[in-house]
């Protein structure tokens, strides 16, 4: 039996970063590179051969997967306070985020068949993939303040997301090697083998599950099992996540700093995760790229941004010790207040790498800085971390699916994803504006 590690812990610390090693192949593989160029590709050929349903014949293709992954951000909103609820006071919350994680590493294992010709399947498996990855960071985050002091935080955070770029970086590299090819070769991979017979985006898919699931041991060999609270008054543990949000709630009357700060993050937030979730397939759609050099070209603005996002976080971890968190998260949003204005004039591939490289800059800053800015807001030894992060992530995603729903109403309107970009805009000004608001209560954050 490990011995366990106690909060502060180098190789503590260690092991809770290194499970962003593990699952950020999922965000920049089946998020943001190969399988949003994968779809494009297979929904315009499906749209082209009759091949939809019926229901969705006058949908947009775009639109059909921002609405699915829109309605899989509402589940993982809907279930995280009730798992948090179910974790604080089971005293397992390293068993629920065990259990995402394998729900969405199977899933995109799964998606490896991914097809038009049994559609709602598919999204079924894609919306599984998304809900394992966002519901594991749901009890991944809230062990921060279990196992980091506020003064680590900022680093640990950064280090976190850095690992997680080099690792997912490293993957993509690999599966590039194999996509050399073609997305498509006749024979697969493997032609003489009748049951392996796979193409080399199958194969990323599969990849990028067997990576998530084996890289995630480490983490689980030294995190706690999590701390078991006193349900002597509790009715039912099912119903009380929501209720515990309920009692955070009120005590944001009591945390004006925390109240504002949370304001702020979800509406800026909102528009982060859709420049993440949207980006590849604003590449595929707006920017003229020369014939057969949209897939790579595509792949290679993706890398720059994980490799400049690395940068991004940890310049951002030490402007923030030098001027406080919010003020550094002011001008992380007036600098994405510019990147959309110049995206949105966005046409040739040069112009699209440009704003890859800046979105890469400010999307790891804004990412790290935000989560750690929170960590910090939590009254110091409070037992109910899940709970405040449950919190936290509640208002992350249902921003996203606002933000998803309106960008996808505003495309299918204009025709065009580019007029969207201009709502996102006003997310980061107001952002910017209630940023200013949060009061400079403690040291570390003024």
């Not at 490896?112 to 079924?124: A, K, N």
């Not at 940890?314 to 002011?330: M, V």
């Not at 046409?347 to 400010?362: D, K, L, R, S």
Request: aromatic residues 16%.
């Amino acid at each position: 039996m490990k011995k366990i590690l106690p909060r502060g812990s180098y190789k503590l610390l260690n092991a809770w970063a290194f499970y962003d090693w593990a699952n950020s192949v999922y965000s920049l593989v089946i998020n943001s590179a190969i399988f949003p160029i994968f779809y494009a590709a297979v929904s315009i050929e499906a749209f082209e051969k009759g091949n939809v349903p019926d229901l969705l014949k006058d949908v947009n293709n775009e639109s059909i997967i921002i609405i699915t992954t829109a309605i899989a951000f509402l589940i993982v909103s809907i279930l995280s306070p009730i798992l948090s609820g179910i974790a604080d006071y089971s005293g397992q919350k390293k068993r629920f985020l065990q259990f995402f994680c394998y729900l969405g590493a199977l899933s995109c294992i799964g998606l490896s068949m991914f097809s038009f010709d049994y559609l709602w399947i598919s999204l079924l498996i894609y919306m599984l993939a998304l809900i394992g990855f966002w519901g594991s960071l749901v009890f991944y985050n809230s062990y921060l303040p279990d196992i980091a002091f506020p003064e680590q935080q900022d680093k640990i955070s950064a280090k976190g997301f850095s690992m997680g770029y080099i690792g997912s970086v490293l993957l993509l590299v690999i599966c590039l090697a194999l996509l050399k090819g073609g997305f498509y070769p006749e024979d697969g991979l493997y032609p003489n083998n009748l049951y392996l017979k796979f193409t080399p985006v199958q194969v990323s898919f599969i990849l990028v599950g067997v990576w998530w699931m084996g890289f995630a041991q480490y983490t689980y060999a030294y995190l706690p099992l999590g701390t078991k609270k006193d349900r002597s008054d509790v009715k039912n543990i099912f119903t009380n996540g929501f209720q515990e949000l309920k009692k955070i709630w009120k005590n944001l009357s009591e945390n004006l700093q925390m109240k504002r700060y949370l304001g702020a993050f979800f509406i800026y937030s909102m528009a982060v995760q859709t420049v993440m979730l949207v980006a590849t397939y604003f590449g595929t759609e707006e920017v003229a790229w020369e014939e057969d050099g949209s897939t790579m070209g595509l792949i290679t603005s993706i890398l720059l941004i994980q490799i400049v996002a690395i940068i991004g976080a940890w310049l951002a971890s030490l402007l923030s010790r030098k001027i406080g968190n919010i003020k550094t998260l002011i001008i992380i949003n007036i600098l994405w207040v510019m990147i959309c204005i110049y995206g949105y004039f966005v046409v040739t591939p040069m112009q699209f790498y440009i704003t890859a490289a800046c979105v890469g800059f400010v999307m790891g800053s804004i990412q790290s800085l935000s989560r750690s800015t929170y960590s910090k807001m939590i009254p110091n030894g409070n037992p109910d971390t899940a709970s405040y992060f449950s919190f936290y992530d509640v208002a992350e995603k249902i921003g996203i699916v606002i933000g998803m729903l309106i960008f996808a109403i505003v495309g299918e309107v204009s025709g065009s994803m580019r007029e969207p970009i201009l709502f996102l805009v006003v997310f980061f000004i107001i952002g910017v504006i209630l940023l200013y608001r949060v009061p400079k209560l403690k040291e570390q954050l003024d």
